[in-house]
């Protein structure tokens, strides 16, 4: 399995940006994805999840409201989209995969990408 995350990069609070995350050598429909994030001198956090049907999805506390996820089944890609950014949404973003959802949301996926580094100027 291999997860490709993009999209990051600079943008001044209060805008946008949309991450992807490429999935590759997985039956992707039998994969639950998620996002996490890690910023500097502190540890990984959930930041949102999506079933493999893409019908439910879970989000953090901090981004609901602000950040959507979606996948799209045919791309073998799963999306966030981060709107009205705070400088507190630095941080290096990682993709996540596992059949189980559960397993994404708890932080115990087996499958991680390569981080993208989203940083927010205040």
């Known amino acids: 399995v291999q997860l490709q995350a993009s999209g990051g990069g600079l943008v001044q609070a209060g805008g946008s940006l949309r991450l992807s995350c490429a999935a590759s050598?997985?039956?992707?429909?039998?994969?639950?994805m998620g996002w996490f994030r890690q910023a500097p001198g502190k540890e990984r956090e959930f930041v949102a999840a999506?079933?493999?049907?893409?019908?439910?999805?879970y989000y953090a506390d901090s981004v609901k409201g602000r950040f959507t996820i979606s996948r799209d089944n045919a791309k073998n890609t799963v999306y966030l989209q981060m709107n009205s950014l705070k400088p507190e949404d630095t941080a290096v973003y990682y993709c996540?995969?596992?059949?189980?959802?559960?397993?994404?949301?708890?932080?115990?996926?087996?499958?991680w990408g390569q981080g993208t580094l989203v940083t927010v100027s205040s």
């Open positions: 996540a995969a596992d059949t189980s959802t559960q397993a994404v949301v708890a932080g115990s996926a087996g499958y």
């Open positions: 050598e997985l039956t992707f429909t039998r994969y639950g």
């Open positions: 999506i079933t493999r049907s893409g019908i439910n999805t």
